[in-house]
């Protein structure tokens, strides 16, 4: 299968590791081994001081695919498979899913892997533009004109990556009928998914309401961990599911056995997580917000409501894919220009994961000053 670059995982790729402050990233800042370790309990040690590194289970360790169902409302633990990160599920899911002659739809801007997989299995490809006036919100209506009779699959990520919005509980609502109406699946990115601001705005998993929708999650980003490259699908439909399966035999065949083990201990202390991953990103959004307010004529931003992530807007002549080379090079922070996501405009996007982004942002706030 051929397939184009992925422009954002390219621009990482030069800068990530040689820029000092990373202001855009989207993961929550990793957790050291021996913080994740002191979080586990009796049985979880056992199971990580006897490991052995064999093979293991192609859908996933039984004991995590349990703690993965616990986050769910009615999913039993058979119908949870899990992937080396969300990027593999994707990647397996659109190319079972998807062929020539079939149709899809996804949004844009967003992760490129959600509709470039697709694409490449010979997919058609409807993306619905999000608009920073309506606040990156994905309009229903929208997405209702763009069903077909030949849609196969709707993939929709909420909360959003790169801009922080989140549909409203009637919306999200509308979307998973829609889907089933069209005999559509449903495969809802909520990588983003507990990193609500505000957690009445967190919306029901697709696989709690609708037993054709797929719920794709992930270590990464509630979790922290990025490292472990453990994500997971949730797949009602068991004949999907075998197809999954057969698939990943050509992809990763199964996961890291040490990985899966660190996951496991890291759900089952899945509250202390996700406190620790809301404080780091309500912290950095706050003090992000602040600068907004003190240079309202150079940074604007649409609140995000969820996730590690927003796009916010730099007001100066110069584009952004400059400014945000001029601004690694001369002040060693790094922020993720629109123009990797082929989006017009000087929108940026700024992640609020990082432990250091307070020493970053004071670096940003001059570099801002003198452009
Ligand atoms: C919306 C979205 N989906 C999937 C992924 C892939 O996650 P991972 O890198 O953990 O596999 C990302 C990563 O940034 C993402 O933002």
């Known amino acids: 299968m051929k397939i184009p670059e992925f422009t954002l995982e390219r621009f990482f790729a030069r800068y990530e590791f040689s820029t000092p402050y990373i202001l855009c990233s989207s993961d929550i800042q990793g957790m050291a081994m021996h913080d994740l370790l002191a979080l586990a309990d009796d049985d979880a040690l056992q199971r990580w001081q006897s490991l052995t590194l064999g093979y293991t289970e192609t859908n996933g360790l039984p004991a995590l695919r349990t703690a993965i169902a616990q986050l769910y409302d009615g999913i039993d633990p058979d119908e949870v498979i899990t992937f080396a990160g969300a990027e593999e599920a994707v990647f397996i899911a659109a190319n079972v899913l998807l062929g020539p002659g079939d149709h899809m739809i996804s949004t844009w801007?967003?992760?490129?892997?959600?509709?470039?997989?697709?694409?490449?299995?010979?997919?058609?490809?409807?993306?619905?533009?999000?608009?920073?006036?309506?606040?990156?919100?994905?309009?229903?209506?929208?997405?209702?004109?763009?069903?077909?009779?030949?849609?196969?699959?709707?993939?929709?990520?909420?909360?959003?990556?790169?801009?922080?919005?989140?549909?409203?509980?009637?919306?999200?609502?509308?979307?998973?009928?829609?889907?089933?109406?069209?005999?559509?699946?449903?495969?809802?990115?909520?990588?983003?998914?507990?990193?609500?601001?505000?957690?009445?705005d967190r919306l029901p998993a697709a696989c709690e309401l609708s037993p054709s929708a797929l719920s794709l999650g992930v270590m990464s980003k509630a979790f922290g961990l990025a490292g472990l490259r453990i994500g997971w699908l949730v797949v009602r439909d068991a004949v999907l599911r075998q197809k999954l399966l057969a698939y990943k035999d050509y992809t990763t065949i199964c996961n890291s056995a040490p990985s899966e083990v660190l996951a496991l201990i890291a759900l089952r202390a899945s509250q202390r997580m996700l406190i620790r991953s809301r404080a780091i990103v309500l912290r950095n959004l706050q003090l992000f917000q602040a600068v907004c307010l003190r240079m309202p004529d150079r940074l604007q931003m649409v609140a995000p409501r969820a996730g590690s992530v927003a796009f916010a807007q730099i007001l100066h002549a110069k584009p952004i894919a400059q400014i945000a080379e001029e601004m690694a090079a001369q002040a060693g922070v790094l922020i993720l220009p629109a123009s990797v996501y082929g989006y017009p405009g000087n929108y940026f996007r700024v992640g609020f994961g990082k432990a250091d982004f307070d020493q970053g942002l004071v670096r940003f706030e001059a570099f801002l000053k003198q452009l």
């Open 109 to 200: 801007p967003g992760y490129q892997s959600l509709y470039e997989v697709g694409r490449a299995a010979g997919a058609d490809v409807t993306l619905i533009e999000l608009r920073p006036e309506q606040e990156w919100r994905l309009d229903i209506d929208e997405l209702r004109r763009a069903i077909r009779p030949n849609t196969k699959l709707i993939l929709l990520n909420t909360p959003h990556n790169p801009t922080g919005a989140l549909l409203s509980h009637d919306e999200w609502r509308a979307v998973v009928a829609m889907a089933h109406e069209a005999g559509a699946v449903l495969f809802a990115d909520e990588v983003y998914r507990m990193l609500e601001y505000n957690p009445s």
